[in-house]
């Protein structure tokens, strides 16, 4: 798919067609190359790849302002089962409500997706600030957690939880004296000084999240093996969570007891609220909207080859997740489709990867109230289940 990346920027209709194997850094910079003041809320990570970004959500920095990348998706090309190449008024609005956020890989082979552009303002400002570990980090992430979700929807600020200590790294769709100001009164235990902040266009805001030099030429972001986060690493996996009610001090001093002096695993918080609380869950098969405060990503990264590296760092993972467990959802406990976790259940291969029963086990963690839909459509467009994976929507038992 690395060689489907065309991309049509029309900034007259604020849209743009996108082929899936382009990476979000080359949709930011041909967006950037026709206006300074349209953008697209989308990822932070420039070389993941429209097509898997898009088909399961689409998380990104502005998505407290607007939403995820589904919700700013107008139109789509597909090839189906029958070799056949759909585009929205073809396909139907069962088939394109599910790639938007079910998977693509489940119904077809996404070609392209029109997208909608969001007008950005000509200065946005980021800032990154540390917090003391001998001014208590769990009142501190306690404050957070009240604070992040119902602040101005201009603001996103996640939460880094690392070693020894915690971050909190933000975008803010404005000026920094604004954001100063708005922090002093809703968190002024964040301490955020103007000092602190650091204005820039929102194309240099992408290079900085992506650990690059923000003020070198945006063109490095079309460079799939120049843009490379200096986090990096050979290996790497991830799970998560979504919380529903704020955790109580005690359990992030435990959380963070838990975190402190690892070097290969972190936990980064991601705040909901804004237009994510707004956009009905039934909208798209993306579930996770009203209710949930914010997203937790457990991080692994190893660099050293052979199963006893690995070995060590999916142990700290899944000791970690299964402590989680009386801390965040529940019934079913959430899951993000986009970091893929066969821990939370998998296809059986001698059953040809249809087992309604198997799927539902991790569709409803992923879609929640979505996926007897997603399974609907799964059924109409690919019957034979042709398209199929350990994961995948699973087609309807057959009647005898």
């Known amino acids: 798919m690395s060689n489907l990346r065309s991309i049509e920027v029309n900034i007259e209709t604020n849209s743009a067609w996108v082929q899936s194997g382009a990476i979000l850094g080359e949709v930011y910079y041909a967006i950037w190359e026709k206006s300074k003041v349209h953008g697209f809320p989308a990822g932070v990570c420039p070389t993941v790849a429209v097509g898997g970004h898009f088909s399961g959500g689409g998380y990104g920095n502005m998505m407290r302002k607007f939403g995820l990348s589904v919700d700013h998706i107008v139109d789509a090309q597909i090839v189906d089962a029958n070799g056949d190449l759909l585009d929205r008024k073809s396909m139907g609005e069962g088939l394109f409500w599910a790639i938007r956020g079910g998977g693509g890989a489940s119904f077809g082979i996404v070609i392209s997706y029109k997208i909608e552009l969001v007008e950005v303002p000509e200065t946005v400002t980021v800032f990154q600030v540390e917090s003391n570990p001998d001014e208590g980090l769990a009142d501190f992430v306690y404050r957070w957690q009240v604070v992040a979700p119902t602040t101005s929807n201009d603001l996103f600020g996640s939460n880094g939880t690392a070693s020894f200590q915690v971050s909190i790294q933000a975008l803010y769709l404005g000026k920094a004296d604004d954001v100063v100001s708005l922090l002093s009164k809703d968190f002024p235990e964040l301490g955020l000084k103007r000092q602190d902040c650091t204005e820039m266009s929102w194309i240099e805001s992408v290079l900085w999240y992506a650990s690059l030099n923000y003020r070198s030429s945006p063109k490095v972001l079309l460079d799939r093996k120049v843009v490379r986060s200096p986090n990096d690493t050979n290996s790497a996996k991830r799970k998560s969570d979504f919380v ?122 992923y879609f929640h109230g979505n996926f007897d839909r997603l399974v609907k459509v799964k059924t109409e467009v690919d019957p034979a289940n042709f398209f199929r994976d350990e994961q995948s929507i699973p087609t309807l038992p057959m009647k005898l």
């Open 244 to 365: 529903v009610n704020p955790v109580s001090r005690e359990g992030l001093g435990d959380i963070l007891k838990r975190v402190a002096g690892q070097l290969q695993f972190s936990m980064a918080f991601s705040p909901h609220g804004g237009e994510m609380s707004e956009i009905p869950a039934s909208s798209s098969p993306f579930p996770h909207r009203a209710g949930n405060l914010y997203k937790i990503e457990y991080v692994g990264n190893w660099n050293e080859a052979g199963e006893k590296a690995e070995r060590a760092v999916m142990t700290q993972l899944r000791r970690m997740y299964s402590f989680m467990a009386p801390l965040v959802s529940k019934n079913p406990r959430r899951a993000y489709l986009n970091y893929r976790d066969l821990d939370i259940g998998k296809m059986s291969h001698g059953k040809g990867y249809r087992s309604y029963e198997e799927g539902k086990v991790y569709g409803m963690k």
